[in-house]
């Protein structure tokens, strides 16, 4: 039987975790089953407010926190029993809290309740889309959803190398898609070893891979662009594998990932909250060597490449809209049918609304958001390429394009750029690298120098708050 590790909660700021204590759970499954998981403690990154709009949509019966969290449970919501994830509960408890989760575990479910019958249409998860593009919205997935995922990370994730099941380390919320379908679900169905973090922080993330011997290290973006910023290669141990998803990568960010650890074998997936996970990714050596691709469609999936104007369906090689059909694809948004009927088309097509192309051999390739392009005189703008080439340069740590409203053209683009160090890059300089690039339609005609760029737990570029920053000085 394999140990389930229990480590001490760290205090404050994550520590490195101290040596773990072994509690020895009794277990019916056989021994590869069983997941070893190294929790540290968990946080959750979404606010009082975006809580308190999705406790309002969905309505929950109960709900399971710890005590630090406690107060991003608005009062408002009175009536909701709480279920702690603490050991005990204290003298002065808020009175909403019904039990904890050790009271759980220690009573001996009774024998006379019947199970509820679920059927696989049933909805199995509510996650919430970020709302990076739109206004948040609830994803319904059902069991059938989630089982398929399940089978789809099963069978394409590599669970060994060398002959060796792979340790991963969780760096992603489960809260979003790709945490909740690759951890949650996925992995710890198949007995992989997972190693989690409460939220990244670099040099967490460093003390765990080498305390645990990772080998294999799912993220998304900004780790990467922090991993390559990094003035020396940072040490990752016995680390194979990273596999990057949630948000575009760029060929410049793959190029600076190899050169600065050529060991490290860099994957990518891509998918949505309405697939329940992945519907496209790369998963072999081979594969990923496919420049910039985002790999081939999972298994069981259906994809075609339309124009986003006519919905016509475009041939190899054509950029497109993307749109998908499989068994993970959402049942819909929940109490919005209008945003439903715009999103499934009546034959089962999710419409992704990213802007793709698929080559000859059926790799998939990810351009932009169609949302988010900036259209200068009527031509269309893609930020990730720009960005992409920004990320390039050497005295650039992170940058992010977004459109700039201007009466002649429409929409210019305009960089947020983050510089090393020392450095004292200019205005002027970061838009003549890019022009020198591109076409001049797609040029840089507007500079800002930051500290940091703000992005989601998923890793996308928070251009909202971009473009409000831009415009406010209008
Ligand atoms: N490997 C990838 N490459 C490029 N883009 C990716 C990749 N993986 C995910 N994405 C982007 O993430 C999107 C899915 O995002 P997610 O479902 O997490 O929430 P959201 O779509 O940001 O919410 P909202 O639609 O409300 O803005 C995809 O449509 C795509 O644009």
């Given at each position: 039987?394999?140990?389930?590790?229990?480590?001490?909660?760290?205090?404050?700021?994550?520590?490195?975790?101290?040596?773990?204590?072994?509690?020895?759970?009794?277990?019916?499954?056989?021994?590869?089953?069983?997941?070893?998981?190294?929790?540290?403690?968990?946080?959750?990154?979404?606010?009082?407010?975006?809580?308190?709009?999705?406790?309002?949509?969905?309505?929950?019966?109960?709900?399971?926190?710890?005590?630090?969290?406690?107060?991003?449970?608005?009062?408002?919501?009175?009536?909701?029993?709480?279920?702690?994830?603490?050991?005990?509960?204290?003298?002065?408890?808020?009175?909403?809290?019904?039990?904890?989760?050790?009271?759980?575990?220690?009573?001996?479910?009774?024998?006379?309740?019947?199970?509820?019958?679920?059927?696989?249409?049933?909805?199995?998860?509510?996650?919430?889309?970020?709302?990076?593009?739109?206004?948040?919205?609830?994803?319904?997935?059902?069991?059938?959803?989630?089982?398929?995922?399940?089978?789809?990370?099963?069978?394409?994730?590599?669970?060994?190398?060398?002959?060796?099941?792979?340790?991963?380390?969780?760096?992603?919320?489960?809260?979003?898609?790709?945490?909740?379908?690759?951890?949650?679900?996925?992995?710890?169905?198949?007995?992989?070893?997972?190693?989690?973090?409460?939220?990244?922080?670099?040099?967490?993330?460093?003390?765990?891979?080498?305390?645990?011997?990772?080998?294999?290290?799912?993220?998304?973006?900004?780790?990467?662009?922090?991993?390559?910023?990094?003035?020396?290669?940072?040490?990752?141990?016995?680390?194979?594998?990273?596999?990057?998803?949630?948000?575009?990568?760029?060929?410049?960010?793959?190029?600076?990932?190899?050169?600065?650890?050529?060991?490290?074998?860099?994957?990518?997936?891509?998918?949505?909250?309405?697939?329940?996970?992945?519907?496209?990714?790369?998963?072999?050596?081979?594969?990923?060597?496919?420049?910039?691709?985002?790999?081939?469609?999972?298994?069981?999936?259906?994809?075609?490449?339309?124009?986003?104007?006519t919905g016509e369906p475009l041939p190899v090689n054509r950029t497109g809209e993307l749109?998908?059909?499989?068994?993970?694809?959402?049942?819909?948004?929940?109490?919005?049918?209008?945003?439903?009927?715009?999103t499934l088309d009546s034959k089962g097509w999710l419409k992704t609304g990213d802007l793709?192309?698929?080559?000859?051999?059926?790799?998939?390739?990810?351009?932009?958001?169609?949302?988010?392009?900036?259209?200068?005189?009527?031509?269309?703008?893609?930020?990730?390429?720009?960005?992409?080439?920004?990320?390039?340069?050497?005295?650039?740590?992170?940058?992010?394009?977004?459109?700039?409203?201007?009466?002649?053209?429409?929409?210019?683009?305009?960089?947020?750029?983050?510089?090393?160090?020392?450095?004292?890059?200019?205005e002027a300089e970061v838009m003549e690298f890019v022009g020198k690039q591109v076409a001049?339609?797609?040029?840089?005609?507007?500079?800002?120098?930051?500290?940091?760029?703000?992005?989601?737990?998923?890793?996308?570029?928070?251009?909202?708050?971009?473009?409000?920053?831009?415009?406010?000085?209008?």
């Amino acid at each position: 039987m394999r140990p389930i590790v229990h480590l001490p909660r760290p205090q404050g700021r994550c520590r490195p975790p101290p040596l773990p204590k072994f509690h020895l759970l009794p277990h019916r499954l056989p021994r590869r089953h069983v997941p070893r998981c190294h929790p540290h403690h968990h946080e959750s990154l979404n606010t009082a407010r975006e809580i308190s709009n999705q406790i309002a949509d969905s309505s929950p019966v109960l709900a399971f926190t710890t005590r630090t969290l406690l107060p991003k449970l608005s009062a408002t919501f009175l009536n909701l029993p709480i279920v702690l994830l603490e050991d005990s509960r204290s003298a002065d408890e808020d009175p909403r809290v019904v039990s904890t989760i050790q009271d759980l575990i220690s009573t001996s479910p009774t024998t006379t309740q019947s199970r509820p019958a679920v059927s696989q249409e049933d909805t199995a998860t509510l996650l919430y889309s970020s709302g990076t593009t739109g206004k948040s919205k609830g994803v319904i997935s059902t069991h059938r959803n989630l089982i398929s995922m399940v089978q789809i990370i099963l069978t394409r994730f590599k669970l060994e190398g060398d002959g060796q099941p792979e340790t991963f380390i969780c760096t992603v919320p489960m809260f979003h898609v790709y945490g909740l379908a690759a951890f949650a679900t996925g992995l710890l169905g198949s007995g992989s070893t997972v190693v989690i973090l409460s939220r990244f922080d670099l040099g967490e993330m460093l003390r765990a891979i080498s305390e645990y011997g990772a080998t294999y290290l799912p993220l998304v973006p900004p780790i990467l662009v922090a991993m390559i910023g990094a003035e020396k290669p940072l040490q990752l141990g016995s680390l194979r594998r990273v596999l990057s998803g949630g948000a575009p990568l760029s060929r410049e960010l793959i190029d600076g990932f190899r050169e600065k650890y050529p060991a490290v074998e860099i994957l990518q997936g891509y998918g949505l909250t309405e697939s329940t996970g992945i519907g496209a990714s790369t998963d072999s050596h081979e594969e990923s060597q496919r420049y910039g691709t985002a790999g081939l469609l999972s298994p069981n999936t259906e994809a075609k490449i339309v124009d986003p104007e006519t919905g016509e369906p475009l041939p190899v090689n054509r950029t497109g809209e993307l749109w998908l059909r499989g068994p993970y694809v959402m049942k819909g948004y929940y109490k919005n049918p209008e945003a439903t009927r715009s999103t499934l088309d009546s034959k089962g097509w999710l419409k992704t609304g990213d802007l793709c192309y698929i080559d000859d051999d059926g790799y998939l390739f990810v351009v932009d958001r169609i949302k988010e392009l900036i259209k200068y005189k009527g031509y269309q703008v893609a930020p990730a390429e720009l960005e992409g080439l920004l990320l390039a340069h050497p005295e650039i740590l992170d940058a992010a394009v977004i459109p700039f409203p201007d009466k002649e053209v429409g929409q210019v683009p305009m960089a947020y750029v983050v510089r090393k160090g020392e450095s004292e890059l200019t205005e002027a300089e970061v838009m003549e690298f890019v022009g020198k690039q591109v076409a001049p339609y797609k040029r840089i005609r507007r500079v800002a120098f930051v500290a940091s760029i703000p992005k989601n737990p998923s890793g996308k570029i928070l251009r909202k708050d971009l473009i409000s920053l831009a415009t406010s000085k209008l």
